[in-house]
């Protein structure tokens, strides 16, 4: 059975920076695309970021383009979101993902989810 453990949320002042990590086990880590989803008060789930197995390839929201950074340790299976610049409107339950089958960013298209991790963005 695949897990997928988030870790690294907290309280953060507007414009700080923020590293929440995901751990997998129980599957091949190194063999799955990857994802960040977040999830605010009262909205939909939404896209953030993604990465492909091998880490080449990485896909950003455009509302975080030059903000956040995806990447991937396949040794310490770990993927990582390294948020810089936060603003209040950052402020979610963001989720880790693995294995889409299909677009990287529908949420449903992936096989694996972990619990979450809340992120909160004073302003």
């Known amino acids: 059975q695949v897990q997928l453990v988030e870790s690294g949320g907290g309280l953060v002042q507007a414009g700080g920076s923020l590293r929440v990590s995901c751990e997998v086990s129980g599957g091949t880590f190194g063999s799955y695309g990857m994802g960040w989803f977040r999830q605010g008060a009262g909205k939909e789930r939404e896209f953030v970021a993604a990465?492909?197995?091998?880490?080449?390839?990485?896909f950003l929201d455009d509302s975080v383009k030059g903000r956040f950074t995806i990447s991937r340790d396949n040794a310490k299976n770990t993927m990582y979101l390294q948020m810089n610049n936060l603003k209040a409107e950052d402020t979610a339950v963001y989720f880790c993902?693995?294995?889409?089958?299909?677009?990287?960013?529908?949420?449903?298209?992936?096989?694996?989810w972990g619990q979450g991790t809340q992120v909160t963005v004073s302003s």
């Open positions: 993902a693995g294995d889409p089958d299909g677009s990287w960013r529908r949420w449903d298209d992936y096989s694996f």
């Open positions: 990465i492909s197995a091998s880490g080449g390839s990485t």
